[in-house]
């Protein structure tokens, strides 16, 4: 006899009669079945419960229009495909938003882009765009330093602020980091590690608690805004020197 | 029928435990299919409310910042009515699974009852949960709709299912160690 007939045996007291090839599977196996399979998934939801809570999904950020226009245009010039780069330029985000904020932009950007896009000349079109990434980074850390330095708001308030818009400069600043490098390696330096500190300024304390004085975060974004001036004016100048 | 025989046959749990994860069933079904129809509404209601509560959200009043947060909360708006809709669905099938090995191995007709309620109103009440996290996103923010949805469902009904699973388990036990 089996040890799986010695354990029906004893379950129900009586021999489990023999199985032909179409006979369903008895009660008692399935019942075994289903116990452990119960018992297994009530043991790992229980061991994994506390430490995962309820489950509600993850959120992973994503491009806007203008990141998502900027990477299909770099890709573009990458693959020395200026035609459609160019008209991924004229008919995207890019450009729209270059328009928009025409004011606070060095004159001439857009038709220096597109300029340089016509031409094919990958490294100037590159270095347009990175002023102008530059400058929408900058003027979100001038706007940054304002709202830290308003009164009255509270410190969870002020870090959380202060959190959002330094992960909105990186979302800019970081697609052309590489670029500004490659170009002005202090500049790039200088403002990651002003965003290092200003993000230690910022984060929650040990147990989630609110940091101490995330107004302390104001002078590394200044700094951020400062330098990122800086490199738009000296890359503007070279790149109205050039052209 | 001989007793022998009896014992050899899975038992239907009562018709009102049937009716209710039918229920569940169909109303997941209604909410997926009303997911996808009124995706546009949806999405237009939720942003509007949030748009109307800016401190709630945090909004800081820059668009390259607040669009962040509304996506963010937005996809968590989306995800909660993914989940109920996945979740009752889910419950449904388990109410049926396991009340109908409560009324096969539960002798005792109070334990019967009590296994077969828990895990009712458990499996039931607990998709609400994310139906409710959903619903209180654009009003409270994601992390203050889901401390109410956790405190009022999640906790309780997640609870039930948890202790009446465990103690069907044991009653399962039990009979496999001929006890």
New interface residues.
């Given amino acids: 006899m089996t040890p799986m007939i010695g354990?029906v045996r004893?379950?129900?007291g009586?021999p489990e009669p023999a199985r032909s090839f179409l006979r369903p599977p008895?009660?008692?196996s399935v019942?075994?079945a289903?116990?452990t399979t119960?018992?297994a998934?009530?043991i790992l939801?229980?061991i994994i419960?506390p430490a995962a809570?309820?489950?509600?999904?993850s959120?992973v950020?994503?491009d806007?229009a203008v990141t998502t226009n900027f990477k299909q245009i770099k890709f573009s010039v990458q693959a020395k495909r200026f035609d459609v780069a160019l008209q991924l330029f004229e008919q995207g985000a890019v450009r729209a938003e270059m328009r928009a904020q025409a004011a606070t932009l060095p004159p001439g950007l857009e038709d220096g882009t597109r300029a340089a896009l016509r031409a094919s000349d990958g490294l100037e079109a590159e270095r347009r765009l990175m002023i102008f990434f530059a400058a929408?980074a900058r003027d979100?850390a001038v706007?940054a330093d304002r709202?830290l330095g308003e009164p009255g708001v509270t410190p969870e308030?002020r870090a959380?602020?202060g959190r959002?818009?330094l992960?909105?400069i990186w979302?800019?600043y970081n697609l052309v980091d590489f670029a500004v490098a490659m170009r002005d390696s202090k500049s790039s330096v200088a403002v990651r590690l002003a965003f290092d500190e200003a993000e230690g300024y910022v984060k929650p304390a040990t147990g989630g608690a609110a940091p101490d004085d995330p107004a302390k975060a104001r002078q590394p974004i200044q700094r951020i805004a400062q330098v990122l001036s800086t490199l738009i004016e000296t890359s503007s100048t070279s790149a109205r020197r050039s052209s | 029928m001989s007793a022998?025989a009896d014992?050899?046959?899975?038992r239907l749990p009562p018709r009102w435990v049937l009716l209710v994860a039918l229920l569940s069933i169909a109303c997941a079904e209604i909410g997926g299919a009303s997911m996808a129809r009124f995706k546009v509404e949806l999405t237009r209601w939720a942003r509007e409310r949030m748009l109307a509560r800016p401190a709630v959200h945090?909004l800081?009043g820059?668009r390259?910042?607040d669009?962040?947060?509304l996506?963010?909360a937005l996809?968590?708006f989306d995800?909660?009515l993914?989940?109920f809709h996945m979740h009752a669905e889910g419950m449904g099938l388990v109410i049926i699974?396991?009340t109908m090995?409560a009324a096969?191995?539960a002798r005792s007709a109070p334990v019967r009852r009590a296994i077969t309620v828990l895990l009712t109103t458990g499996g039931a009440g607990y998709p609400v949960?994310?139906l409710l996290?959903s619903a209180l996103i654009p009003s409270y923010g994601?992390d203050g709709a889901?401390a109410i949805a956790?405190w009022l469902v999640?906790v309780p009904f997640?609870s039930a299912t948890?202790a009446a699973?465990?103690w069907?388990?044991g009653l399962?036990?039990l009979?496999?160690?001929?006890r």
């Fill in positions: 354990r004893r379950v129900f009586r008895s009660v008692v019942l075994t289903l116990a119960i018992l998934t009530t939801a229980t419960a809570a309820h489950h509600v999904g959120y950020p994503r806007n929408l979100l706007e709202q308030t959380a602020t959002k818009f992960e909105a979302r800019y | 022998v014992a050899a046959v899975w945090g800081v820059v390259d910042v669009e962040r947060i996506d963010e996809v968590k995800a909660g993914r989940l699974a396991t090995v096969t191995v949960g994310y996290w994601p889901k956790e999640w997640g948890i699973l465990w069907l388990a399962v036990a009979r496999m160690t001929g």
